[in-house]
């Protein structure tokens, strides 16, 4: 493995990875998944700020391979990415996402 | 006499032990992604170490980091957690360099350092301060247990008094 490869390597397996996820959980009901500049991203964080909707943000970086993180939730590595722990949903797309929001917390 | 200079830095009211840490809210980054938390929620867990230090492409940040994840802290029920001036971006490459099991957290604007009283001017950089290069142990309700503010430029950090210390306040 080169060094360039090596650094861009995920800490997958290293002895210390567990402490490490342990300290970052979060009670946020929904996390957005994003990264900066990410106009679909906006749009999703624009549609929840006008239905008054808290939504936890996590960034990623915008290379693809070092999205591992996305992958293992949602089975892709495309942002934006929403989990609704409250009620068990996982959901891509952003057009998906707002439509899912609008129709949970959009009210009468 | 050595042909080098070491800085003594001004005196500062800094945050010392016994005081209460003030709380604050930043990206706190990992190796996957980062996301705001909050100093008090790191604490409710486990006591805390924050260490702040220099930019991230400084030496002075390789090693003291080098160091610490070498001597394995933060193995057992402590959570030990960074704080530099660098971006999100500059610290997920700096944790995937250096393989390290911990958080950083991002301050570019360098509030946090103010708060605690450790700002540190940086040289010839206009506009750029970062923080002292400072240890502070933390309870759960942010008291310090223990406090080490570098008093030198560059600091005299010495991991292994730090260890030491922490040890015996566990």
Redesign the interface.
Known sequence: MTAANEALTPLAGHRFASPMSRDVETSAELVLYRHVGCPYCERVVRVANDLDVPIHSRFVVPEHSQRDVIKRISGSRTVPLLVDESRGITMSESANIVEYLDRTYGGS | MADFDVVELPDTEHLSEGERAPDFTR??V????????SLSE?AE?NPVLLVFFPMDGTGMAKYTWIGIRDR?W??SDL?V?GLSIST??EH??F???H?L???LFSDPGNGVADTFGIVHEHGGMTGVAGPRPSFFLLESDLTVEYAWVAQLWPPETDLDAVEAAIDSKA
């Open positions: 990206p706190l990992k190796a996957e992604c980062w996301e705001d938390r790191l867990r394995e933060g193995a959570t957690v999100p971006y997920m490459a944790i995937h360099r393989r099991p911990f958080g």
